[in-house]
């Protein structure tokens, strides 16, 4: 069986997408693991996945949920920008430590950004001072999240929806120094070996271990294959602002979250309650999901549908072309 990826200008087989949604559905798994899981041979399944993760288009990583976690407020900003200044005002809002996304988008707004802050001093301060401050940025309509109903960590290459665990609220709670040395330690590389990670934070193998387990298990730690969508055959994605009847936003956004084209989707502050990003395989499946979809789901009074042409940044990583800065 001959490799098909060229690193510079990748082109995935049947091969390349089984090996890639085994490592989605568990991203630390060893090569045999995986090999077992998509039945692709070891050596074959370790040496693509290797050249996929060693040429930048593919990169595992451990990221904390903030909003299930309650560790800090997360802003959605909806951002017009100074005609023929998108690619300076992108940069410029892409440089900031607290920015996780930067996209391009078509609709009312020309640029869509997320920030994770860690204090509600620091979401004044960037929404008072720090964005109005960016050369180039006309005006900005601002949300802040409120719910996590579904993770980009959950989305998956065959369409296959995995089961979003429940976090009760008695699980809530701050990270201690070790967990927090852990999550800093998996943020660069998800699949860090346990002793890698245990050197880091000072501890044991078998406590670095019940570590991950148990952030896991509070759906706190997710594991994220990241990668570019369109270098595996999803040429549109999109984001819809939906504005519900009151009472209705939960189960709207529970059936939502099961449905195979949900990258992630949120519930936030301000007249549209979800922000359910897509991802589709052309513009006549983003035109099903966009009409069908939402027209047969009771209580939607409004659907605000913007394409995404650009990554500038995701989780919290540039991004060139396909690559995973």
Known sequence: ?????????????????????????????????????CDVPERTLSRRLQRLMEGGYVKVIGELDPVSEG????LHAWLQVENGRNQQVAEQLAGLPQTQVV???????DLFAEFNMQTQEQLSDLVVRRLPQVQGLRQMESHVVMRSFRRASSW??????????????????????????LLEALTPDGRASLSAL?????????????????????????????LEPSLVGYGVEAILSIQTRPGLAEPIAKELARDKHTRCLFGTSGKTQLFWHV????????????????????????????????AYKRAGRLRHGLMVG
């Open 1 to 37: 069986m001959s490799d098909t990826v060229e690193i510079g200008h990748p082109e995935l087989d049947p091969t390349d997408l089984a090996c890639l949604t085994a490592l989605q559905v568990n991203p630390r798994g060893t090569w045999r693991d995986l090999s077992a899981a």
């Open 71 to 74: 560790n800090g407020p997360v």
């Open 103 to 109: 996209l391009a988008t078509t609709g009312a707004a």
């Open 156 to 181: 998956r290459i065959d369409g296959s929806v995995p089961p979003e665990p429940v976090l009760p609220s008695s699980a809530r709670g701050a990270l201690n120094a070790d967990e927090s040395r």
């Open 198 to 226: 245990a050197e880091a934070c000072g501890v044991s193998e078998p406590k670095v271990q019940r570590m991950i387990s148990g952030l896991v298990e509070r759906n706190v730690l997710n594991f994220r294959v990241e």
């Open 279 to 310: 991802l589709c395989r052309d513009i006549h499946d983003l035109w099903t999901v966009s009409t069908e979809r939402i027209g047969a789901l009771e209580g939607v009074l409004s659907c605000d549908v913007s394409t995404v042409v650009k």
